[in-house]
């Protein structure tokens, strides 16, 4: 995270001195697929991994000078991992609510935009539920707090592109750094499968996974500009 710091300062600076820094906010979506990564669930031959989807809103605000920007996303949703088992006649499903924090760098040319940076995972809640059975859980306090994740997109703006108002759709990938399970739990309950054996071989983390769709709608806020001549800056609501 003190990478995404650094980057933020380095570029908000050279915002200043650029002739023209300005400012937006906007509401976005996504949605997509989502699942948490297990290398011995992958292996185990006992467990399959099944379809799974997330659905999260949330909103944006966005510094620029030029061609550059840093924008700060906050978006609340669920996600969930589906596992299937016994040639389907016993499923699992691990369904997490969030609250995501993104720190993105982008680049804005040629009518559309790339993105990269950390995201930080806050759980709010996480339940696993046995279709098979109808029987569910609360599992929250066998899960970390938070989690990291490196973030990566790319996009086209459909609406706008001048400051003032634009409309943007996107696909982002993202990939966990950290275990969103506890590892004391993970190993001596099998979590997140409910499978004690499964780390027979050694414990492996579980790293949320996300793939999808991004639907962002943006409204100009003002600019800090400074003349030529040399006069002070000055900040202009549009």
């Known amino acids: 995270m003190k990478y995404a710091v650094t980057l933020f300062s380095l570029l908000f600076t050279m915002g200043l001195s650029a002739q023209q820094l300005w400012f937006d906010c ?16 992958s292996d185990s031959g006992s467990w399959n991994y099944d379809i799974a989807t ?9 510094i620029n000078f030029e061609v550059h920007g840093i924008t700060i996303d906050a978006l609340f949703g669920n996600a969930s991992s589906s596992f299937e088992a016994d040639g389907g006649s016993s499923n699992l499903n691990v369904d997490w609510q969030y609250t995501d924090i993104y720190m993105l760098y982008r680049l804005s040319r040629y009518r559309g935009y790339f993105e990269i940076g950390p995201k930080m995972t806050m759980l709010r809640e996480v ?15 066998k899960y970390e707090s938070n989690g ?27 990939y966990g750094f950290s275990d969103l399970v506890m590892q004391s739990f993970g190993e001596s309950e099998g979590l997140p ?5 499964i780390y027979d071989n050694g414990y492996q983390k579980s790293v949320p996974l996300f793939a999808g769709l991004v ?5 100009g806020i003002g600019y800090y500009g400074k003349a030529s001549c040399g ?7 549009l």
């Open 26 to 41: 906007g509401v976005k979506a996504q949605f997509g697929g989502t699942g948490l990564v297990n290398q011995a669930i």
């Open 127 to 141: 339940e696993n539920n046995k279709t098979n059975t109808a029987e569910s859980n609360i599992v929250t306090d």
């Open 148 to 174: 990291f994740s490196g973030v990566l997109g790319f996009g086209t703006y459909l609406i706008g592109s001048d400051g003032r108002f634009s409309g943007i759709f996107g696909l982002r990938f993202e």
């Open 215 to 219: 639907f962002e709608f943006n409204w």
């Open 193 to 197: 499968v409910d499978t004690p054996n």
């Open 231 to 237: 006069q002070r800056g000055k900040f202009i609501f």
């Open 54 to 62: 997330g659905l999260g809103f949330g909103g944006k605000l966005g």
